[in-house]
C-alpha cells in the first residue's frame, strides 16, 4: 500500500474476472473459466441435428475454426455445446460479419447463408465478435 488507496496486484500478471459487491463492501477477483475446445454450429447444414453438430475447433482464445458445406439460404448458430440448452452465439452475438452472412431476423437470433453452395472455412472469434468465411 503506497497510500494512494489504489489496489496492488501482488500476484501473477493475466486476466481475472473482479467482482465488486457494493452491499458487502467485497472484491474478488478469480481467474476466469477456461475457454471451450470447441464449439458447434447446428441448422440447416446438418437438418438441426444435435448428433450431426458440426464441430469447430479452437484455434487461440476463444476463436474456432472448421469447414462447412453449406447451400444459399442455410440458417444456422453457434453452440457451446451440441444441446439445446447449451450457451448460443447467433447474429447479434457478432460485431463484425462476413458479407455472405445475414441476419435472419425470426427470434431466434439465427444466421443465414447468402454466398454461394460451397465448401468454407469459418472462423468464429467469440472475444472479438467476428465471422470469418474462406471458399476453399
Known sequence: NDGDGNFLVAGE????????????????VEAPPAPPEAIYIIGDLNSWSLTTAIE???????????TITIASN???RF???????AQQYGWSDFTTIDS???MVGDGDDNIRFVGADG????TADL???TIQLTAL
Do not use: C, M, R
Request: net charge negative; proline share 2%.
Open 119 to 122: 465448401n468454407y472455412k469459418i
Open 100 to 102: 455472405n452472412l445475414e
Open 13 to 28: 500478471s493475466g486476466t481475472f474476472v473482479v467482482t465488486v459487491d457494493l452491499y458487502e463492501y467485497t472484491v474478488t
Open 56 to 66: 469447430l475447433s479452437s484455434i487461440g482464445y476463444y476463436k474456432f475454426e472448421g
Open 79 to 85: 453452440f457451446l455445446t451440441p444441446a439445446w440448452e
Open 127 to 129: 472475444q472479438n465478435k
Open 74 to 76: 442455410q440458417i444456422f
